[in-house]
């Protein structure tokens, strides 16, 4: 890939990250991305290493322990269990992310895009070290 591919797929990611619930995620990721290095293709590769710990951590911690703690509450309803969280949005939120509400919810297949997207990285640091650019 060249750099210019590398551009592209940040474009990419930088579209699809947009969407209202992913906007939290992509924050989270952004927040502890070290000042952008010259080149494209480290940009991408430190993006996907941090969205990948950063879905694992969310996919593994946060909305399950969440509804464990609601739903294993005494007053509780066992027969009908909570399976996700809906936030609704401020007004000022509503209008900058253009949705009411964000729905957070386990997602059972979220370990085969975790494997995807940790294959991808893997495959982007190996042609990276092909190519001499060394992490």
Do not use: F, W
């Not at 007004?91 to 992310?97: I, V």
């Not at 085969?112 to 294959?119: C, I, R, S, T």
Request: hydrophobic share 40%; aromatic share 2%.
């Amino acid at each position: 890939m060249t750099e210019s591919d590398y551009a592209a797929l940040l474009q990419h990611i930088a579209e699809r990250m947009g969407d209202p619930s992913l906007v939290a995620l992509h924050t989270e990721v952004m927040r502890g991305m070290p000042p952008p290095p010259t080149k494209q293709s480290e940009l991408a590769l430190e993006y996907l290493v941090r969205l990948e710990e950063e879905m694992r951590l969310q996919a593994c911690t946060v909305v399950p322990n969440i509804l464990r703690l609601v739903n294993s509450s005494p007053t509780a309803d066992q027969a009908n269990q909570i399976r996700g969280i809906r936030v609704r949005l401020s007004d000022s939120d509503k209008e900058l992310y253009h949705s009411d509400d964000v729905d957070l919810i386990p997602a059972p297949g979220m370990e085969g895009v975790l494997q995807a997207l940790g294959a991808l990285r893997v495959d982007l640091q190996l042609e990276m070290d092909d190519r001499g650019l060394q992490r």
